[in-house]
């Protein structure tokens, strides 16, 4: 019989459609997932779009006027738009309707800048943390915390207790600044050691700082023209990030107070208040007198001795430069902070964390809106107009920086200020040699007086603007409780540097 023969495949055969079909899945796969990826990034920025168009119709139809800043969502629960939401987002409007979006939609960051019409995807952030705070933890404010400090928050009355540092200690998209205290030596173990939301008692705490964190700020007055108030724009970022070294209205500059001689800083703790105690027991402290009367070189010797003395032992305590002044008037006023004229302390008896009910009163020896008198509600005085914020930069004593004017020969003018030689370097800023209170164009991008000119004797918000010069090489800024609207944080006027009873300084600590 003649044998069946069974048609089929060879292996070989087999083997060659199975590399054809192999071959077609690697060229049509990364095709159609990139056509879903498309569809995935289409429908995110369609519905970033609908969450802009839903908030400035809520703020056209509410207002305006009387906000500042206008319209912020942080999730916009109550949000009147159709459709799903995003879990977690953050939108701004200013008060000349631009937008400003952070939303997690599909797995995707899809932001919108305040200069910009177009809704993009930004693929560099890829959690909903990152794309919501605009870089996650290391570029949100997040405070460097080291031994000696006790971050705190403040509850319903305003007493301060010790915070949870992974809950609700701080947010600045909110305004709500950190802070930290450095406490007695007795009591450190125990609220190191103590559950969050401890009260701490108010005769342990020697110091209140307040954190400033690292950030770029976009040029707007580079040649120190005439200008008027407007918000500066701030964008927090990690010192390990590439400095932005913007020179022309426009560009960006990484704020030159977070480079401390050769090292660069995640951020600053500047003091609450001015300066309190005694030269030999300095402390920084609310409801108390301020320490004045003393001269630079024993202001910047006193505030030296509290990093070793309080604990501190692992940051460097200094007496305030002029620039990190700048530092905390710039973040004061951008979207994180009051945004507007901070109100100045008025109390003759230069009471700290007093503040009077507008920018023009005149000096009393009442304290008025008296730090804690409102809970953690409503300070004017305060550069976020709430407790979190630093109190006394405008108004109560004047406030020596340590920032002069040069000799002729360059050399370090010591004038008056007990200086017998010039300190380090990264401790001060020198300005050039100057024979006149007018000249600003010796003023430093950041400073917050050239930026903030006005005319030849104002800065914003009428604020007094005198330069450093060669009689007078110091800066003293934030003016006095008898300055009335001259007062401010823009405050900027010269002195020989010797000791005077209307004459405070301000400390600042940093991590080593």
Not at 159 to 172: E, F, L, M, Q, R
Not at 288 to 297: D, F, G, Q, T, W
Not at 298 to 304: E, G, M
Not at 348 to 359: L, P, R, V
Request: aromatic share 10%; net charge negative.
């Amino acid at each position: 019989m003649k044998e069946k023969t069974y048609q089929g495949f060879t292996l070989i055969e087999l083997l060659a459609v199975i590399v054809i079909l192999a071959v077609i899945a690697l060229i049509a796969t990364p095709l159609i997932m990139n056509v879903i990826n498309d569809a995935k990034k289409s429908a995110a920025r369609d519905a970033g779009y609908s969450v802009i168009k839903a908030g400035e119709l809520e703020a056209a139809t509410s207002g305006l006027d009387n906000i500042t800043p206008p319209f912020h969502y942080d999730e916009g629960s109550n949000l009147p738009m159709k459709g799903t939401k995003p879990t977690k987002f953050t939108l701004d409007i200013d008060k000349e309707m631009k937008t400003q979006l952070r939303a997690w939609i599909n797995g995707y960051c899809v932001v919108k800048d305040y200069d910009t019409e177009e809704v993009t995807i930004d693929e560099s952030k890829k959690t909903e943390a990152e794309c919501v705070t605009g870089g996650g933890s290391s570029n949100d404010g997040s405070p460097v915390i080291q031994d000696g400090m006790i971050p705190v928050t403040f509850d319903s009355n305003g007493k301060t207790v010790k915070a949870d540092v992974n809950g609700d200690w701080y947010d600045y998209d909110q305004k709500k600044w950190a802070n930290a205290v450095a406490v007695t030596n007795d009591s450190r173990d125990k609220y190191k050691s103590a559950s969050d939301g401890t009260t701490i008692t108010e005769s342990d705490i020697l110091a209140y700082y307040v954190w400033i964190p690292r950030y770029k700020y976009q040029l707007w007055n580079v040649e120190g023209n005439e200008s008027q108030p407007q918000e500066i724009k701030i964008e927090f970022e990690s010192k390990s990030t590439p400095k932005s070294t913007g020179t022309k209205n426009g560009e960006w500059l990484t704020h030159p107070a977070f480079t401390f001689g050769s090292t660069e800083l995640s951020g600053l703790w500047v003091g609450k208040f001015e300066m309190t105690g005694t030269a030999s027991s300095p402390t920084i402290k609310p409801n108390v007198s301020s320490l004045r009367s003393l001269n630079i070189s024993s202001f910047f010797n006193t505030i030296k001795s509290m990093g070793s003395n309080y604990g501190l032992s692992s940051y460097d305590s200094h007496m305030m430069k002029n620039s990190e002044w700048g530092a905390v008037a710039y973040l004061t006023h951008s979207k994180y902070g009051k945004n507007g004229e901070v109100i100045l302390n008025n109390n003759s008896s230069y009471t700290t964390g007093c503040g009077a009910d507008n920018a023009s009163e005149s000096s009393t020896s009442t304290c008025k809106n008296a730090y804690g008198s409102k809970g953690n509600g409503t300070y004017n005085q305060s550069t976020t107009g709430n407790i979190t914020g630093i109190f006394d930069m405008s108004g109560g004593a004047y406030e020596y920086v340590m920032a002069s004017s040069a000799k002729q020969d360059g050399s370090f003018n010591t004038a008056s200020s007990g200086f017998t030689s010039a300190p380090d370097s990264k401790y001060y800023d020198q300005y050039d040699y100057n024979t006149s209170n007018n000249n600003h164009s010796i003023s430093k991008l950041g400073d917050a007086m050239k930026e903030v000119y006005v005319s030849s004797t104002k800065h914003w918000y009428e604020d007094y603007g005198y330069m450093p010069n060669s009689s007078n090489p110091w800066v003293v800024r934030g003016g006095g409780c008898s300055s009335d609207s001259d007062a401010g944080v823009f405050y900027s006027n010269n002195g020989n540097g010797d000791g005077y009873s209307d004459i405070s300084a301000r400390g600042v600590v940093v991590s080593n």
